[in-house]
């Protein structure tokens, strides 16, 4: 993939894992009529009160709710009191470039800048990603919006540095937004905090969620940031590369941590008590030279860790209480995580040494209770593998006694994914659903996937009573970033 097309999935990427506002709007920018005028009626909209006139306004594009401030004076004094909700996008106006219609990222700069110059009341939710960045922070507009936002108590901010480039500095003043209860940036160069006083909890004493999204950011920042937000509950890392410093994750509130395509030479959770989840996802290779990028992923303390994936053999190599994790190494209490009741695993059957991590795997979490596993396809074919590997592996606690849930998706119907499924129902003792995504959704593969299925009929099954079913879906996973990250979901891997 070209170093453009790399961008461009990279925006992509960063783009649907944003929060929306909290209300939808229609960004139809209609000039505002009037409500005395034409349908033959009063204006019985005035006559509402400014509680539910302001309800209505929040609702509003922000050019419409700014718009209203031209009905009457009532309607000034309700837009100023309504807690600001600016998504910038309403505000995008495209200009004839050559024949070619294209953003007019300038115009909605000023526009940003009229809009909070001109609301000074409360902010709720400001998010701004059709900017031009670089010329706001060149003239001072990204610092004057900062201290705005800061003024009127912003709750939820998104800020995405486009046009690129990635150079741009995100201002220190991003650290003075005390009210920040949701912080998503992307595409930004993250202010140097090593000046800065440690476990300070005023920084930001309300944060709840942080989202870095393709932002350049030095390990010691991100132990600055989880130290200054004593109530923050969600990590995420998008599109992020650190390829040189570990991140070592210290936080007595933090409950979900995802490394969404985004990589650390060492992940290390050194001290996170309430740990819920860790969700690790990665669709691309990364290449140094001619060799795979590797990621330790280091377990320390973690003792509420329930839900873990997808680990991948070939991209994470594990570690748990000081022993790394290889085939061979012999599991003891100190270097399981017993708390964990779903894992998700990302595999490449083809590849020997990887399936022979798959049980070691398994053997680290002995109390899994649903297991997902991804069928990555691959052209390599590393060793040759035996499919009687599968008969003369050991015992293995969680797989005998603890699962009763399997989801194998992206089932192609090869010979070596089939002796694992066999595997599966001949092992797993309190097994109660098998469940099999086919890979490919059309006709012609999915009856052939099916009539190959049918051999596991015949496979003398552990437990009495496991239900069986293939699932045909069109496309690549389901499995998303607002999914993975939603708490309220008790298994973000399930379909």
Not at 238 to 252: A, L, M, N, W
Request: proline share 5%.
């Amino acid at each position: 993939m070209g170093t453009a097309a790399v961008v461009e999935d990279t925006i992509r990427v960063v783009l649907t894992c944003l929060p929306d506002p909290p209300f939808r709007t229609t960004g139809s920018s209609r000039p505002y009529q009037s409500p005395s005028g034409g349908g033959g009626g009063g204006d019985r909209i005035s006559r509402l009160s400014d509680a539910v006139l302001s309800n209505i306004v929040a609702r509003l594009p922000a050019k419409d709710a700014a718009r209203t401030t031209a009905l009457s004076r009532r309607w000034r004094r309700v837009w100023a009191s309504t807690p600001l909700v600016l998504d910038d996008s309403d505000l995008l106006v495209f200009h004839d470039d050559g024949g070619c219609s294209t953003p007019n990222w300038l115009a909605v700069t000023d526009t940003v800048s009229h809009v909070l110059s001109s609301h000074r009341g409360p902010i709720r939710f400001v998010r701004l990603t059709c900017c031009y960045m670089a010329l706001a922070s060149h003239n001072g507009a990204l610092q004057y919006w900062l201290r705005v936002l800061a003024a009127g108590g912003v709750e939820d901010l998104v800020l995405v540095n486009r046009p690129l480039p990635t150079s741009v500095g995100l201002p220190i003043d991003v650290l003075h937004l005390a009210s920040l209860r949701t912080l998503y940036l992307g595409f930004w160069c993250f202010p140097d905090t090593a000046t800065l006083p440690r476990g300070r909890a005023t920084v930001f004493p309300c944060l709840q969620e942080i989202g870095l999204c393709a932002t350049v950011i030095h390990a010691r920042d991100i132990d600055h940031l989880l130290a200054c937000s004593p109530v923050l509950e969600k990590f995420a890392s998008i599109t992020s590369i650190y390829f040189t410093d570990p991140v070592r994750i210290r936080s007595c509130s933090l409950r979900c941590l995802v490394f969404w395509e985004s990589l650390a030479n060492e992940l290390d959770l050194v001290v996170a008590p309430r740990l819920q989840r860790l969700i690790l996802w990665q669709s691309r290779q990364w290449m140094i030279g001619s060799v795979h990028f590797r990621s330790r992923i280091r377990i320390g303390s973690a003792t509420e860790l329930k839900v873990l994936g997808y680990l991948e053999p070939s991209i994470h190599q594990l570690e748990i209480g000081g022993t790394i994790i290889d085939s061979g190494t012999k599991m003891t209490p100190s270097n399981m995580v017993p708390s964990v009741k779903i894992l998700a695993l990302k595999m490449q059957f083809r590849i020997r040494k990887e399936v022979k991590m798959l049980p070691t795997f398994l053997r680290c979490f002995p109390n899994v209770e649903t297991l997902h596993v991804l069928s990555h396809e691959t052209d390599e074919q590393n060793g040759k593998f035996n499919l009687k590997f599968w008969e003369e592996v050991g015992s293995i606690s969680c797989l005998e006694t603890r699962i009763t849930k399997v989801v194998f998706d992206r089932f192609r119907g090869e010979r070596c994914e089939l002796a694992f499924l066999k595997f599966v129902l001949e092992r797993a003792e309190s097994l109660l659903k098998l469940v099999v995504v086919l890979a490919n959704g059309d006709q012609a593969s999915v009856d052939e996937m099916l009539a190959k299925l049918k051999s596991l009929t015949t496979v003398k099954r552990a437990s009495d009573f496991p239900t069986l079913l293939a699932v045909a879906r069109e496309g690549d996973s389901a499995w998303y970033f607002e999914r993975a990250s939603d708490l309220s979901v008790t298994d973000p891997f399930d379909l």
